[in-house]
């Protein structure tokens, strides 16, 4: 089975990371992914090349004819599935305990049932498979206003059940650590690991992570399981597990 050999930088590091360890332990044939919301395919392509199995399901026809493009440049067509079709209605586009891996990135935060889209995601998983699930964080979005100078949208997204600054905001919601793992704990998956994604990426100064960006990239694995750093990332990642079946 061949390894991940993609090299993240320091924005998409911690995800690799977490996704690396349950690759590695795929079987000779490589796993069955399926990427919710996978756009372009800039988790998906990296995989096929790696040798597993991945079917996107996004709702953008633009953004599935960019996927297909791509995987055909990197020579994996043969590898990768576009499905068009939101999470909503992945139970009418998955078998049901078909899937080793779904990666689930920032689509909880625009879905219309979020709950649904995990449910789904938890009945498509194979007993003992995986969810890799990257959400915004509420607390980043209150410091990003607040030092922004818009005190009254970091004060709306503090009091807001949602984590939302208002009626025109992009995201229907947002998510701290615990609400995200009590969201898929109630849908029947275990949490594993959470971790926080662009914890400082997107804060050091551009000359400064030019001139090391190896310092950049270990500065944000160091930070990125450690509450409170952790907590203040712009996005959160949670690895969780559908149990297996009982012997």
Not at 122 to 151: I, K
Not at 187 to 204: K, N, P, T
Request: proline share 7%; hydrophobic share 45%.
């Amino acid at each position: 089975m061949e390894r991940t050999t993609v090299r993240p930088g320091p924005r998409t590091a911690v995800v690799w990371q977490v996704l690396r360890r349950e690759l590695d332990r795929a079987p000779d044939g490589g796993l069955t992914i399926l990427d919710v919301g996978g756009g372009t395919g800039g988790f998906a392509v990296p995989l096929a090349e790696a040798g597993h199995r991945v079917t996107v399901v996004d709702a953008s026809p633009d953004a599935l004819a960019a996927l297909n493009r791509r995987a055909v440049e990197a020579g994996v067509a043969p590898r990768v599935r576009a499905v068009q079709g939101d999470g909503e209605a992945l139970t009418g586009l998955v078998s049901p305990g078909s899937v080793d891996l779904v990666l689930c990135h920032s689509v909880l935060e625009v879905a219309d049932d979020p709950r649904g889209v995990v449910s789904a995601i938890a009945a498509a998983l194979r007993p003992g498979g995986a969810a890799s699930v990257l959400v915004a964080s509420r607390a980043a979005a209150v410091l990003a206003r607040a030092t922004g100078g818009h005190l009254a949208a970091a004060a709306a997204l503090i009091a807001d059940p949602d984590g939302r600054t208002g009626p025109r905001d992009t995201l229907r919601r947002r998510y701290d650590a615990d609400g995200a793992a009590d969201l898929l704990r109630d849908c029947g998956l275990a949490i594993e690991d959470v971790h926080g994604v662009r914890v400082v990426a997107d804060l050091v100064p551009a000359a400064a992570a030019d001139a090391d960006p190896q310092a950049l990239l270990d500065l944000e694995l160091a930070a990125s399981a450690s509450p409170p750093y952790r907590d203040i990332a712009a996005q959160l990642h949670l690895l969780a597990r559908r149990p297996a079946d009982p012997v």
